[in-house]
């Protein structure tokens, strides 16, 4: 059974961690208020492209490559975090865990294989 | 400190809550104060390397120019620009700052001194910094703006390709260790090499490993020369860009805690973390936090000396070195290395 008490100041430090950054965020705020510093204008609001006004939609389409690349990072990332259990626990699984692992890291290495044929990692 | 405070007169619970309050305060408090040092440093190294002076008005040899600057930019005004999706727009930079500090509960700065010594310590802060894409994600879709979208997406794009490699190479550290718990892989460090050197670095199969961990950190912390996000010359300042006052100076300081973190997993990972380089009995007089600040402090210079000397590399080069050159040599690494421990009889 893991002992969920080590896990608390984790949890008073995430706490403490997103108060300290929310008082700096919303702190100048006032402060700006009350120096007179904050004086907004059209201008100034508008969004920032080289001094014109924007010409088109900043969300526009994108490269589909950014997919490919977090498709393939899900696949690898995935494969990561099955390979942590394995590495502490190899003392225990002996040449069995080992040859299992390797086999299923030889499966994923033909992924990767597979996928730099097809020119997926590639970017022009 | 527990014990402390019940000394007082506290019962237990109170004495724990307060022991810990004050334990998450004396990291982050210094971290912040270190992160502000470390923007120096590095604008020296900078100046030093390219035969400038660097800051050295504010203060005796410039050395309060990160508070002046903090001030000014305190006392700034924060815009929102119309078009942002204000909400998202000012959650970001606290997202990025609260998972910045957030991975240090775990960092254990000498064999006692650590908040939180779980046993998961090294996946905890693997999971913790696979959430530092969030805050850049959602800056540059809730600006509304096309060069901080573009900036976002090359560096969600740059973050995760090498935190894959580095996921590869922890597992190496990990097989040799045989467990996550930092200061048990520190613990397992000593006397490794040779009997004499406290460090994983130095043994042939993992010093590779190292100068791979080296450089995703280089990537994953978008430094020089991997810095795409923020090329000026294209992209302006980046995810920043339509940031102004406190919120824009989170991000720069969510960046240096990361930086400071990546620095510290380097010399805990890899070169012995809070003991002496040497494993020789009167070194172990030095209290362990200042071996460790001490090589924190190194590969920091490191990462300026890289700053001031490396030009900037192309995207596609950039992917090109995650995913065609690091992840298949530290795949095959993690294989090479567990083969290595099984047949020597590491694992008893």
């Known amino acids: 059974m893991v002992d969920l008490e080590q896990y608390l100041p984790i949890l008073i430090f995430l706490f403490v961690a997103a108060a300290l950054s929310a008082l700096f965020v919303f702190l100048p705020m006032g402060v700006s208020r009350l120096t007179g510093a904050h004086k907004p204008d059209a201008e100034k609001l508008s969004e920032y492209e080289c001094g014109f006004p924007a010409f088109e939609d900043p969300r526009s389409q994108f490269d589909v490559k950014f997919y490919l690349v977090a498709i393939s990072f899900l696949l690898f990332d995935l494969e990561a975090s099955f390979l942590f259990p394995w590495a502490v626990s190899l003392e225990y699984t002996g040449w069995t865990g080992w040859s299992a692992m390797v086999i299923f890291l030889g499966i994923l290495a033909v992924g990767l294989a597979y996928e730099w044929k097809m020119g997926a990692l590639d970017w022009q | ?348």
């Not at chain 2, 005004?77 to 000012?90: D, L, Q, R, V």
């Not at chain 2, 012995?272 to 924190?296: E, N, R, S």
Request: glycine share 8%; hydrophobic share 55%.
């Open chain 2, 1 to 348: 400190m527990t014990e402390f405070f019940q000394s007082l007169g506290l019962t237990y619970e109170w004495a724990w809550g307060l022991a810990t309050i004050a334990g998450i305060l004396l990291i982050a408090l210094p971290l912040m104060l270190s992160v502000a040092m470390v923007i120096y440093v590095d604008r020296k190294v900078w100046a030093a390397i390219n035969l400038r002076r660097g800051p050295n008005v504010v203060g005796p040899f410039g050395l309060l120019q990160s508070f002046a600057d903090g001030l000014k930019v305190f006392l700034q005004e924060t815009i929102i620009p119309s078009a942002a999706n204000k909400g998202i727009f000012i959650l970001a930079p606290i997202v990025t700052f609260t998972v910045a500090l957030a991975a240090w509960a775990v960092v254990p700065f000498s064999a006692t001194a650590v908040l939180a010594d779980i046993n998961i310590g090294l996946l905890y802060i693997l999971a913790i910094s696979s959430l530092s894409v969030y805050g850049v994600v959602m800056s540059g879709w809730a600006s509304n703006s096309k060069y901080p979208f573009f900036s976002a997406m090359r560096a969600a794009a740059q973050m995760i390709s090498y935190e894959v490699s580095i996921g590869f190479i922890l597992v190496c550290v990990v097989l040799f260790a045989g467990t996550f718990n930092l200061n048990d892989i520190v613990r397992a460090q000593e006397g490794f090499g040779l009997g004499v050197i406290n460090a994983y670095g130095i043994h042939p199969l993992l010093f590779p490993m190292w100068v791979m961990f080296f450089i995703s950190c280089l990537a994953e912390t978008q430094r020089v020369p991997f810095d795409l996000t923020e090329a000026e010359s294209e992209l302006v300042a980046g995810y920043q860009t339509e940031y102004s006052s406190m919120s824009f100076a989170l991000f720069w300081l969510g960046e240096y805690a990361n930086i400071l973190l990546m620095c510290i997993l380097n010399a805990l990972l890899f070169w012995g973390g809070w003991l002496p380089p040497i494993d020789w009995a009167p070194l172990y007089y030095v209290p362990g936090i200042v071996w460790l600040l001490l090589k924190t402090f190194f590969f920091f210079f490191m990462f300026s000396w890289v700053m001031a000397t490396v030009p900037r590399y192309r995207y596609d080069q950039l992917m090109r070195l995650g995913w065609k050159v690091f992840l298949p040599i530290s795949l095959g690494f993690v294989v090479v290395i567990s083969g290595y421990l099984m047949a020597t009889g590491h694992f008893g």
